[in-house]
Nanobody, 127 residues
Framework: QVQLVESGGGLVQAGGSLRLSCLAS????????VAWFRQAPGKEREFAAA????????SYADSVKGRFTISRDNAKNTVYLQMNSLKPEDTAVYYC????????????????????WGQGTQVTVSS
């Protein structure tokens, strides 16, 4: 079982940038497809971005496409989410999720596809 710890959240003004990190322990993150989800107050947890085991395939929600970039450094056991041009509607708790996967090129965008979750990191974007 892999453990996931998110970091890098904080308060930023609209138009600013943040980089979130998801550090895996217990198992090599290279065995897992990984995604970022987010949950705003009073709303359901929603998909933001996903990356395959190899890192060669990515997928993004329409709401973040062109502004967010997901990447991974398997040697550091870490997955990142670079968030640029942040908007107040990006305010949420951001969660990292991992799914063990045989296939190196698959990405998964549904919440139910993942069974390993971190505790989340708060991102607040002020207008």
């Amino acid at each position: 079982q892999v453990q996931l710890v998110e970091s890098g959240g904080g308060l930023v003004q609209a138009g600013g940038s943040l980089r979130l990190s998801c550090l895996a322990s217990g198992r090599s993150v290279s065995e897992y497809a990984v995604a970022w989800f987010r949950q705003a107050p009073g709303k359901e947890r929603e998909f933001a971005a996903a990356i395959s085991r190899s890192g060669l395939r990515t997928s993004y929600a329409d709401s973040v496409k062109g502004r967010f970039t997901i990447s991974r450094d398997n040697a550091k056991n870490t997955v990142y989410l670079q968030m640029n041009s942040l908007k107040p509607e990006d305010t949420a708790v951001y969660y990292c999720a991992a799914r063990p996967n045989v296939y190196t090129a698959s990405v998964y965008i549904t919440r139910t596809a993942y069974d390993n979750w971190g505790q989340g990191t708060q991102v607040t974007v002020s207008s």
